[in-house]
């Protein structure tokens, strides 16, 4: 996995964000480290898509940038000048993201129509829909490899991504950053979370199931970011005794 020091001259953080995994909290730790954001909206945010170079294109100062984040598919790297990056994510149970983002969308404020249509839908409903597979279907898998390809995606996290984190392991991931980018952290509040929404275990299993089915991808590369992770792990375990050593 590629690393490049925080601080570094000319290198940008480019947060993935994938909706539901966490990452309004993470964004709120992000906040504290650095200074030069730019925040994209709506690149892949339900359906609407505008294109990533055009929104880049619209950064006033784009050498002051430090951190450029939001729903966005991979590939950002390709539209700015600096060089050097370290592209972030975090990464979710599969059926606990897709639950999730169900539950958020139908206490969510937006105007949307094919989103307002949810909050009248049960959640075996949401998942069976074809107009909603770009949320319920291998999301994960779309936006890191920016196509339905597991290959690629698992080929992007590895060569591409500095920390791949996990939801269900948000402190670890935190320790990981802390260790490998120089971050300072000391208290988080959780954010943006799903709230009155039931557990997996009072789902009825057909439903569950559903969403597994649709989401082989997701899983295995799920497990696959775990794994990640566990290097990640290992290796500043092991930096750690060698320096103590020396």
């Not at 994510?89 to 937006?110: C, D, G, H, M, Q």
């Not at 291998?138 to 984190?165: C, P």
Request: glycine share 4%.
């Amino acid at each position: 996995m590629i690393f490049n020091k925080k601080k570094e001259t000319n290198s940008v953080i480019i947060f993935l964000h994938i909706p539901k995994t966490g990452g309004f909290t993470l964004n709120s730790i992000i906040d504290k480290q650095y200074r030069g954001f730019f925040d994209i909206k709506g690149f892949f945010d339900y359906g609407w898509q505008i294109p990533l170079a055009d929104y880049i294109n619209s950064i006033g100062d784009i050498k002051k940038l430090e951190v450029l984040r939001g729903h966005l598919f991979f590939g950002a790297h390709n539209h700015i000048p600096q060089k050097n990056y370290n592209y972030i994510t975090l990464l979710r149970a599969p059926v606990e993201r897709v639950v999730s983002e169900y539950y958020f969308i139908r206490r969510w404020k937006n105007n949307r129509p094919l989103l307002q249509a949810v909050k009248k839908m049960t959640l075996h409903e949401f998942v069976t829909k074809k107009e909603y597979n770009g949320i319920t279907s291998n999301r994960q898998t779309l936006m890191i490899a920016g196509q339905y390809d597991l290959a690629k995606a698992k080929y992007n996290l590895e060569k591409h991504f500095s920390i791949v984190g996990i939801t269900e392991r948000f402190d670890e991931t935190l320790y990981v950053l802390e260790k490998k980018l120089g971050w300072k952290i000391n208290k988080y509040k959780k954010e943006n979370e799903t709230k009155n929404r039931p557990s997996i275990d009072e789902i009825d299993h057909d439903t569950i199931e559903i969403i597994r089915e649709k989401n082989q991808k997701d899983i295995e590369l799920y497990k696959f970011a775990n794994e990640l992770l566990d290097n990640q792990l290992k290796q500043l375990k092991n930096s750690f005794f060698a320096e103590i050593m020396c």
